[in-house]
């Protein structure tokens, strides 16, 4: 069993961090850990190379998780929430999952990526409003072939409480880490 985690966190140690450690420390199998903030990975440019062709014009770091999405069995996303959406590093990632849009929407190709399950977590403060944020989110998802997706967990008030004495949350997260261990 393999789980890609794609942090969306500038914070190491912060509250997002906190949560998915916990997934990280307690699924079954291998674990890779993407963070956006620190990785070598460009947004698409809108080249349209994959329009006509498999894979990214762009050669950087994103060839490693392309080679991991094809295998691995979860995929988990975590991300505070900023304006009540993705961090933009994030969306930064997730805008080179193009080429798997355009896999069956331009070539009329099957994107030839093994279903999975997926998760999200979110951590904030601010208003609250997680929903466009997970909307976004589960769309990433579906793009890589995540289809069951586990029900959103999150964490609010993050400016006066931490993550990890959020009791709700806390159960969230051990429901995902069942979810993904089981087969």
Not at 12 to 40: H, P
Not at 110 to 139: F, H, Q, S, W
Request: overall charge neutral; glycine content about 8%; hydrophobic content about 35%.
């Amino acid at each position: 069993m393999e789980t890609l985690i794609i942090n969306g966190s500038p914070r190491i140690n912060g509250d997002t961090w906190s949560l998915f450690n916990i997934v990280k420390e307690n699924i079954a199998g291998g674990c890779k850990v993407l963070n956006a903030y620190r990785c070598n990975i460009s947004p698409c440019i809108d080249c349209r190379y994959c329009w006509q062709n498999k894979g990214c014009s762009i050669e950087d770091g994103m060839q490693e998780i392309y080679s991991y999405i094809q295998f691995c069995d979860n995929i988990l996303i975590a991300s505070p929430i900023y304006f009540s959406e993705l961090t933009g590093k994030l969306l930064d990632v997730g805008s080179r999952f193009q080429t798997y849009y355009c896999a069956t929407h331009f070539r009329n190709e099957n994107a030839g990526i093994k279903p999975k399950k997926g998760a999200v977590i979110l951590t904030g403060g601010g208003d609250g409003r997680m929903d466009k944020a997970y909307e976004t989110a589960c769309t990433l998802l579906h793009h890589i072939n995540c289809y069951n997706i586990h029900e959103l967990v999150f964490t609010h008030n993050t400016n006066v409480r931490p993550a990890v004495q959020d009791t709700q949350a806390l159960m969230g997260v051990q429901s995902i880490i069942k979810f993904f261990n089981c087969e």
